[in-house]
């Protein structure tokens, strides 16, 4: 388990905040491999439960990223959309981490 919290820690220190092409390009690879760590997790008998809600949170920040990313928006709304989906991101990590 502390090696699944250390990569936990690895990725959530990875996570840009700002709007950039790259920077979403970063996020969906975080969230790949959080998604990845997650798995390992509930596998465990111990963490089951306490995992499960933490999938749930994965899609909205997915959809949020590709807002993020509309080549409609502006410079602000890119930022900020990238920015929410950032802060919900690194708040799920926290929880896993609390685990």
């Known amino acids: 388990m502390n090696e699944i919290h250390e990569n936990l820690k690895d990725l ?10 790259d920077n979403v390009k970063e996020m969906y690879s975080i969230l790949d491999a959080y998604e990845d760590l997650l798995k390992e997790m509930e596998a465990d008998q111990r963490y089951e439960q306490q995992v499960a809600p933490l999938f749930e ?16 928006a502006s410079k602000k709304a ?19 981490m609390k685990l």
């Open 12 to 21: 959530f220190n990875r996570i840009p905040r700002r709007h950039t092409a």
């Open 78 to 96: 890119k930022d900020d959309l990238f920015d929410e989906a950032s802060g919900a991101l690194k708040d799920s990590m926290e929880e896993a």
């Open 57 to 72: 949170a994965l899609d909205p920040i997915r959809t949020t990223v590709k807002k993020s990313n509309d080549p409609k």
